[in-house]
Structures are given as C-alpha cells and as structure tokens.
C-alpha cells in the first residue's frame, strides 16, 4: 500500500514508533485515528508525497508502535504523551516545525501537540472531531448511542481489555463496520491491516488505556487551557463527515471557534472514516489549505 515509502522505527523512552516517510517539500505529518493505524492513509498519501515529504506515524498502542503499560490515570497515554512521540518523531527527522492532518484520536493528539508546542506546529487539519471536553460535557443519548465504545471503553478493567482480546477482529469489524459505509468503505488489504494489529499483543489494553485517558487526564489537562483562556493558535481547518456522528450531534463549528484563534471547516458527502470514504475531496482539501514549500 506504500510502495515508495521508507520504513522505520525510532524509539522514545523505550517505547518503540513505527514510522513510514516518503516525498519532498514542506513535513508533514499524519496520525491516524482508531482501531486503526497509519495504513488508513493508504488512498492519500502517495498522492500527498508528490507535494509534501510525508511522515506517518502508528501512536502508541496502535498499530506496530509499542504498547507501554498505561500507568496511574492511563498517564501513559495521555494525549500530552502521545503528543511528544509525535514530536520525538518529526525532530528526530529534522523537522523542527512542520503541518499535521489527522482524524480520530490522532486529531485529538494533534489539538495537544499544537496547544502545547505551538512553534511546531504550523498548519492543522483535522478530520471528524470535536474537542474532547466539549463532546464529553455535551453528550447525549444519541452520541451516546452512536459513539458506544468512548463508554464501553473507559469501564474498569478487565472486563473492556478481555472482551476487546477474546476476539479482536470481531471487535474491529463490529466498530468500524457499523458506522455509514460500512465495512464495504475499506480496501481489503487495509482492513487485513487492522485486524492484524488489532490482534498484536496488548493492543486491547492500549486501545482502553487510549480512552481511559481521555475521559479522565486528559479532560484535566484541556480543562486548564480552557480556564486559561488558551487558544490554537495555528491556522485550523476541520472537516466532518456529513453522515458521521460528530456533525449530527454537534455544532462542529461553533465548538470549533470557541477553542481556536483561526478556523474554518466543512462537511464532506461522507461518513466518519474520510480518508477512505472520500479520498478525493480529502485531497483537494489538503492542497488548498496546506503550504507545500518549505
């Protein structure tokens, strides 16, 4: 799915990084969401790599990256830790400063990275989110309905990790498959991809870590920059699926403004998983709004 791309492994503080590059120009960096990895960006980055010099990064607990045990409050996972393994990463590869489009819990570990290193980050395009604490405080039954797993998930241990590992590809067709596209929105050797990781070992505690952290530390953490007044400061674009569940539940742009100094977004004619269901205008969106010269 990568013919071209070099792959490699950096570690930080023992925990190992599975990293793809490829391309010239100015960096630019992808994170992925869940329970998948940098293989969903599989219909984008070839073509991003034309323009752009392309890092993509599997985060912790997905993926081929290590999976570390999560620690008191699943620390471990925090986005603010997840966050520094992606800038281990691009400084590692000698990008100091350099542009980010993510989705899914990698677009909330790139709303991190921005707030709390914004030299680095210069440009941010996020795919499908609203900001963590406002989803949380602003849930609903039908969120909750749609969004069942953020729940299931942060439930006390073990009960969420056996279920997940008693058969992870079940659990990776029953996430993805219901959203909608359905599992017909994905290239089988992609969805192979996932199972795959899914069924490494300790991935189900990595996943539960994941979001364990984000109802918990990680709602402490965006807690204090929205007491603080703190703001993205970045140029921001967001988009959302138009059949996904954060646009029907949420006033994306509204939630949006009030956490950044610079947005804009859009809908898109798609559901959750844009990168696959929507390559193109994923694409055209891209090219417009990042800058491709160093």
């Not at 081929?64 to 925090?78: F, I, K, L, T, V």
């Not at 795919?127 to 039954?141: C, F, K, S, V, W």
């Not at 006390?156 to 959203?179: F, H, Q, T």
Request: aromatic residues 8%; contains cysteine; proline residues 6%.
């Amino acid at each position: 799915m990568f013919e071209g791309f070099e792959s490699l492994q950096l570690d930080r503080e023992g925990v190992a990084l599975r990293v793809r590059r490829a391309g010239q120009g100015a960096s630019l960096l992808l994170l992925h969401g869940h329970p998948q990895s940098q293989a969903m960006w599989h219909r984008v980055a070839p073509q991003l790599a034309e323009r752009f010099e392309v890092v993509l990064v599997d985060l912790r607990g997905y993926g081929d990256s290590g999976r570390p045990p999560a620690g008191e409050q699943s620390a471990a996972y925090a986005k603010r830790e997840m966050a520094l393994d992606a800038l281990h990463v691009m400084r590692a590869l000698g990008h100091e400063r350099f542009q980010v489009l993510a989705h899914d819990r990698g677009a909330r570990v790139a709303h991190r990275l921005a707030l709390d290193h914004p030299q680095a980050v210069e440009r941010l395009l996020l795919l499908d989110i609203a900001p963590t604490l406002a989803m949380y405080r602003g849930t609903t039954e039908a969120f909750a309905r749609a969004y069942w797993h953020w729940f299931f998930l942060i439930q006390p241990g073990p009960l969420p990790e056996a279920l997940i590992a008693s058969d992870p590809v079940r659990y990776v067709r029953s996430v993805m498959g219901a959203r909608h596209a359905g599992l017909a929105a994905f290239a089988p050797e992609a969805l192979a991809e996932y199972e795959r990781c899914a069924a490494n070992p300790g991935t189900a505690a990595g996943i539960v870590a994941d979001y364990r952290a984000s109802a918990g530390i990680d709602l402490q953490h965006d807690q204090a920059d929205h007491d603080a007044g703190r703001k993205l400061a970045q140029p921001l674009r967001v988009l959302w699926g138009e059949h996904g569940a954060v646009g029907r539940n949420f006033d994306v742009p509204a939630l949006w403004r009030a956490a950044a100094t610079d947005f804009t977004g859009r809908s898109l004619p798609c559901g959750h998983y844009i990168a696959e269901e929507a390559p193109a205008l994923l694409l055209d969106e891209a090219f417009a709004f990042l800058r491709s010269t160093p």
